[in-house]
C-alpha cells in the first residue's frame, strides 16, 4: 500500500514537474514571438509614415484588421487613443508575456508616430525600431538561457521523484 502512493507521489512530481517546465518555455517563446510582430508593426508603420504619408489613423486600422488577440485590443485602445476618446494613462499593453520595459517602449513608439511632421521626428522613430529590435535580441537570448534552465530543472524533477520512489 504505502508503495503505491510513493509510485503515485512520484509520477505527481514529474508531471508537475513537466507543466511547469514547458509554461516557463511558452512564456519564453511567445515574449519573442510578440516582439517580433510588434517589431514588424513598427517598420510598417514608419515606411507608411515616412513614403506614403499615410495618416496615422489609417496604419492603425490596418493593423487593427491584419491582428488579434491581445494586439489587437491593444491597436483598437490606440485607435481610439487618436481619436480622444482615451486618455494617455488608459492606453497600456495587456499582453502578459511582455515584461515592463518591453510595454513601455512599443508604448512610447506609438504615441510617437502622430506627431511625426519632420524627417528628424521619423529617424528618432527608427531609432526606436532599432532599440525594440535590441530587445528582441536580449529575448532571445534568455530563452536560449532558459533552454539550459529547463533541463536543470527537469533533472531536479526527476530526481525528486526518484529520492520519493526509492
Keep these: 500500500m504505502f508503495t503505491n502512493f510513493k509510485i503515485l507521489g512520484s509520477l505527481i512530481i514529474l508531471f508537475c514537474g513537466a507543466g511547469a ?3 516557463v518555455k511558452k512564456r519564453f517563446d511567445k515574449r519573442v514571438e510578440v516582439l517580433e ?3 514588424l508593426d513598427f517598420l510598417y508603420s514608419v515606411n507608411k509614415i515616412s513614403f506614403l504619408k499615410m495618416p496615422v489613423k489609417e496604419i492603425i486600422s490596418h493593423l487593427v ?8 485590443k491593444f491597436y483598437i485602445k490606440l485607435n481610439s487613443f487618436y481619436s480622444d476618446e482615451l486618455l494617455d494613462d488608459e492606453l497600456k499593453i495587456d499582453d502578459p508575456y511582455l515584461l515592463k520595459k518591453d510595454k513601455e ?3 512610447s513608439f506609438f504615441k510617437s508616430i502622430g506627431s511625426t511632421h519632420n524627417l528628424n ?3 528618432n522613430l527608427n531609432c526606436q525600431s532599432e532599440n525594440l529590435l535590441l530587445l528582441i535580441k536580449e529575448a532571445k537570448e ?7 534552465s529547463k533541463c ?3 533533472m531536479c524533477f526527476f530526481i525528486i ?3 520519493i520512489f526509492v
Design 161 to 163: 521523484a526518484v529520492i
Design 121 to 123: 521626428e521619423i529617424n
Design 37 to 39: 510582430i510588434f517589431y
Design 105 to 107: 517602449i512599443i508604448l
Design 152 to 154: 536543470t530543472l527537469t
Design 142 to 148: 534568455n530563452k536560449e538561457k532558459n533552454q539550459k
Design 65 to 72: 484588421s491584419k491582428s488579434n488577440g491581445y494586439i489587437k
Design 21 to 23: 517546465t514547458l509554461e
